[in-house]
């Protein structure tokens, strides 16, 4: 989905957004500069409810929204395997550059972040929270929940990016890369519950059997909270032509993009979080509590709050509370099938323990093929996301130049069918090409520089 881009993720004219797939990426970038003007994403999933009966497109329905007049009806998804989990993020992206020198490439940029996860919501509570605790085939039924989590965030990062082409030899370059991210935090909610044993006895009562949770929020404020967070990436790429002596947007090196046969890469994304000073935190643990009236549980204040609270038989209050960044790990596999012509694997597992406050990053499998020149390129992701076979997604990506506009599952778009998902972003780039270094050079093809070299060695296939 727009969480990763995978339509443009892979591309070797993805600028900047190839580092929040893998820092790594930037090295030997074939763009001697790219500068990102400005960009959004949109992102949401959940496995919970659906969105049906639409009478329009996706478009024709906000349409539609803003006169006031949507159609169709939310409904539940059919049941799942595991717990329900949802996910929502938008970025609104400003300036950003990453500029080759050489074997080395340096970046920085700033985006602003929202992202929200829910988690370990299973079945039973999925029908409360669709039907209300009114729902009468459950009620007088004890459940337990273990490892519930709703967690959300908004927060500003300040990015920069270093990486480098440790090793160009024979027909082989590796890479190596970093972000180092500055988050200055809006705004965090965290509710994280160990176990949750309860009965709803009928439209009015409920009984609290055991209860261990924690709990945090900081209201929106331009600087609510700060933290520090990292990604690092690796690369390997198997070249069409040997790399000896190869310094990218070099006359020296050749000034044209050495190619490759295909590449690898891992990397693990998100480190770190935010922390917040100023809120309301704590833990909660309970024994047995009866609430006689749960449809009139008034919380509109800070004081509602501790009055509600006040019953738990251990309550520890804080003023700070840490959420963390959504950690993933990610392995990357871009394959040459002709000139112009690609096809990437890419699988993102996320890496947020249960009873973590940590952001849970959408897990996803996808299979990217691309074409791609200079000046056009188009991709088609199919993904699947938490590894659910029964509803893959396809997307669509086109890029003229410096603009993207793209999507990951398309389906809204172009039918009628039931939403369960919805993504969209786009970006506004410039790229120079090639480097001041090259300027008035001819195009041709990289010309090894170590005397030892093998002049006549064939790359294996």
Not at 109 to 137: C, D, E, K, Q, W
Not at 138 to 166: C, D, K, M, P, S
Request: glycine share 10%; proline share 3%; with cysteine.
């Amino acid at each position: 989905m727009a969480q990763e881009r995978f339509g443009i993720a892979h591309s070797n004219y993805a600028g900047n957004d190839a580092t929040y797939l893998n820092p790594a990426r930037s090295a030997g970038q074939w763009p001697y500069a790219d500068i990102r003007l400005a960009g959004l994403d949109l992102y949401a999933w959940n496995s919970l409810v659906a969105w049906s009966s639409r009478e329009q497109r996706l478009v024709g329905e906000v349409r539609s929204g803003i006169a006031g007049s949507t159609g169709g009806e939310v409904i539940m998804r059919s049941a799942t395997s595991g717990a329900h989990r949802g996910f929502v993020q938008a970025n609104v992206l400003g300036p950003a550059f990453s500029l080759s020198l050489g074997r080395g490439t340096i970046g920085a940029g700033v985006r602003m972040r929202t992202y929200t996860s829910a988690t370990g919501i299973s079945s039973a509570m999925g029908n409360f929270i669709f039907h209300g605790l009114g729902y009468r085939p459950q009620h007088g039924i004890r459940y337990q929940e273990e490892g519930v989590r709703v967690l959300t965030a908004a927060w500003t990062e300040f990015a920069v990016n270093y990486a480098h082409i440790l090793k160009a030899e024979g027909f082989g370059l590796f890479s190596a890369g970093i972000n180092a991210h500055y988050n200055l935090g809006h705004a965090g909610g965290a509710l994280q519950f160990e176990t949750l044993d309860y009965t709803v006895i009928d439209s009015a009562r409920l009984v609290v059997h055991e209860a261990t949770a924690r709990y945090g929020f900081a209201m929106p404020a331009m600087s609510a909270g700060y933290g520090w967070g990292a990604d690092l990436g690796v690369t390997y790429e198997r070249t069409l032509e040997e790399a000896d002596g190869y310094m990218p947007h070099r006359a020296s090196g050749g000034c044209d993009p050495l190619r490759y046969r295909y590449r690898i890469g891992l990397s693990l994304l998100d480190l770190g979080g935010l922390r917040f000073r100023q809120g309301q935190a704590g833990s909660i643990s309970t024994g047995t509590a009866s609430i006689s009236d749960y449809t009139n549980i008034p919380v509109n204040e800070e004081s509602d709050l501790d009055s509600l609270l006040s019953t738990a038989t251990n309550w520890d209050r804080e003023e700070s509370f840490s959420i963390g960044t959504p950690t993933a790990l990610a392995l990357q596999y871009d394959q040459r099938v002709a000139n112009n012509t690609y096809v990437a694997l890419v699988a993102v597992q996320n890496v947020s323990f249960q009873n973590s406050t940590r952001l849970r990053r959408t897990n996803s499998v996808s299979i990217t093929p691309r074409f791609e020149t200079r000046y056009v390129e188009a991709a088609l992701p199919i993904t699947l996301h938490e590894y659910d076979l029964r509803r893959p997604s396809v997307g669509f990506m086109l890029r003229f130049e410096g603009l993207v506009v793209g999507t990951d599952h398309i389906f809204p778009f172009i039918n009628t069918r039931d939403v369960y998902a919805a993504d969209i972003y786009f970006r506004l780039r410039w790229m120079i090409h090639r480097s001041p270094f090259c300027k008035g050079k001819r195009s041709g093809a990289h010309h090894t520089g170590g005397k030892d070299s093998l002049p006549c060695a064939t790359p294996n296939d």
